[in-house]
C-alpha cells in the first residue's frame, strides 16, 4: 500500500534505477550537512537498498515522491527509528534543492500520516529533526502537535516532534 496522491505527488516504491536521481538529493550542501554518510554515488544504491528490504519487512519504508510528470523530486515515508530510549515511527522527508520552499514536504508528510492512522495501528507517529535544520523543524512543527527534546547516540542534540492517534468516539 501506498499513501494517496496528493493534488501535485504521486508515491511510488523505490527502484534501482533511482540512485542517481537520490544521490543528487543528497549532493546538495544542505543535504549533506544533516547526511553526512551519504559520500558517494554507493551510499545512494546502499539507501535504495535499505528502503526495498523495509517494503519487504514492514511494508512501507522512504517512498520515492514524484511531481505529475513522474519527476523524482524526494522520498517520504515511514522508517522505524531509535528516539532516546524508544523505537518510534518516523515520517521522514528528503526533496531536491530545486524543489524546496514550494510545499511539497508538508504536502507529502501529511499524506504520509493520514496513510499512518488509517492503514496501520500504531498509535504514534513522529519526526525526528536537527535543531539547525530550519526547514525540516518547521515542517515537523505544521505537522505535528507534541515535541520531546533528547540526545542521541551521537550525543546530538534532536527534537522528536509527534503526533498521537486520536481515539475514535462512539
Same mark, same amino acid.
Given at each position: 500500500?501506498?499513501?494517496?496522491?496528493?493534488?501535485?505527488?504521486?508515491?511510488?516504491?523505490?527502484?534501482r534505477q533511482d540512485v542517481p536521481a537520490i544521490w543528487s538529493i543528497f549532493a546538495?550542501?544542505?543535504?549533506?550537512?544533516?547526511y553526512p554518510a551519504m559520500q558517494d554515488i554507493q551510499a545512494a544504491h546502499d539507501?535504495?537498498?535499505?528502503?526495498?528490504?523495509?517494503? !519487504?519487512? $514492514?511494508?512501507?519504508?522512504?517512498? =520515492?515522491?514524484?511531481?505529475?510528470?513522474?519527476? #523524482?523530486?524526494?522520498?517520504?515515508?515511514? *522508517?522505524?527509528?531509535?528516539?532516546g530510549e524508544e523505537e518510534v515511527l518516523e515520517i521522514g522527508y528528503h526533496l531536491? !534543492?530545486? $524543489?524546496?520552499?514550494?510545499?511539497? =514536504?508538508?504536502?507529502?508528510?501529511?499524506?504520509? #500520516?493520514?496513510?499512518?492512522?488509517?492503514? *496501520?495501528?500504531?498509535?504514534?507517529?513522529?519526526?525526528?529533526?536537527?535543531?539547525?535544520?530550519?526547514?525540516?523543524? !518547521?515542517?515537523?512543527?505544521?505537522?505535528?502537535?507534541?515535541?520531546?527534546?533528547?540526545?542521541?547516540?551521537?550525543?546530538?542534540?534532536?527534537?522528536?516532534?509527534?503526533?498521537?492517534?486520536?481515539?475514535?468516539?462512539?
Amino acid at each position: 500500500m501506498l499513501p494517496s496522491p496528493t493534488a501535485r505527488l504521486t508515491f511510488r516504491q523505490m527502484r534501482r534505477q533511482d540512485v542517481p536521481a537520490i544521490w543528487s538529493i543528497f549532493a546538495d550542501p544542505l543535504a549533506r550537512q544533516f547526511y553526512p554518510a551519504m559520500q558517494d554515488i554507493q551510499a545512494a544504491h546502499d539507501w535504495v537498498e535499505w528502503n526495498l528490504g523495509n517494503y !519487504a519487512e $514492514h511494508g512501507f519504508g522512504l517512498w =520515492a515522491l514524484t511531481l505529475d510528470g513522474g519527476e #523524482l523530486i524526494g522520498d517520504c515515508g515511514l *522508517t522505524w527509528q531509535r528516539a532516546g530510549e524508544e523505537e518510534v515511527l518516523e515520517i521522514g522527508y528528503h526533496l531536491a !534543492a530545486k $524543489h524546496r520552499g514550494r510545499g511539497y =514536504a508538508i504536502e507529502a508528510a501529511r499524506a504520509v #500520516l493520514d496513510f499512518v492512522f488509517r492503514s *496501520t495501528d500504531e498509535k504514534q507517529v513522529g519526526s525526528i529533526v536537527s535543531p539547525e535544520n530550519g526547514p525540516s523543524m !518547521a515542517v515537523a512543527e505544521r505537522l505535528h502537535d507534541l515535541r520531546r527534546d533528547y540526545f542521541n547516540a551521537r550525543g546530538e542534540p534532536r527534537i522528536l516532534f509527534h503526533t498521537r492517534r486520536v481515539p475514535a468516539t462512539s
